[in-house]
């Protein structure tokens, strides 16, 4: 179980710094600087929150054991994702579908949280096992073998 969690761990560290990082802070950061329509746009800045609400944060409770926390940033990261992604759809083609570019940028932020919900499971039962351990009856030497 301690290399599930250390697994889990790097994945979670390696999804944040590429898709928190790189497509959540600095994509949206490089949009505003652009001569764009979207650019002046309110939905670029709550993307850069988004960014750090759903991945940033997750991730360093992650690494200072604080699972449970994680999880619900997680939550309200993939509920600002599919509001960034109405907007968006919404914006480019009233009616259509598709055609934005961000039509699957959502699926990112499920993965983060389903790999947070795993990592929840995986430092939960390493805690039972802990438990059950320490509870364990100490040996009797008078029993005999």
Not at 21 to 41: A, N, Q, R, T
Not at 125 to 142: F, G, Q
Request: glycine content about 8%.
């Amino acid at each position: 179980m301690k290399a599930a969690k250390k697994i889990l761990r790097g994945l979670i560290i390696f999804h944040t710094s590429t898709w928190g990082i790189i497509f959540g802070i600095f994509v949206p950061c490089v949009i505003m600087l652009g001569e764009l329509d979207i650019s002046p746009h309110y939905i670029m800045k709550v993307w850069v929150v988004m960014a750090i609400l759903g991945y940033i944060i997750p991730c360093f409770l992650v690494m200072i054991d604080c699972a449970k926390i994680a999880a619900a940033f997680s939550v309200v990261g993939t509920g600002m994702v599919l509001y960034i992604h109405s907007v968006m759809t919404g914006m480019n083609n009233p009616g259509e579908d598709g055609g934005t570019g961000a039509s699957f940028m959502y699926l990112p932020q499920i993965f983060m949280i389903v790999l947070t919900v795993l990592y929840i499971f995986v430092v939960y039962s390493m805690k039972e096992r802990r438990a059950d351990k320490h509870n364990a009856p100490a040996p009797s030497i008078l029993e005999k073998n």
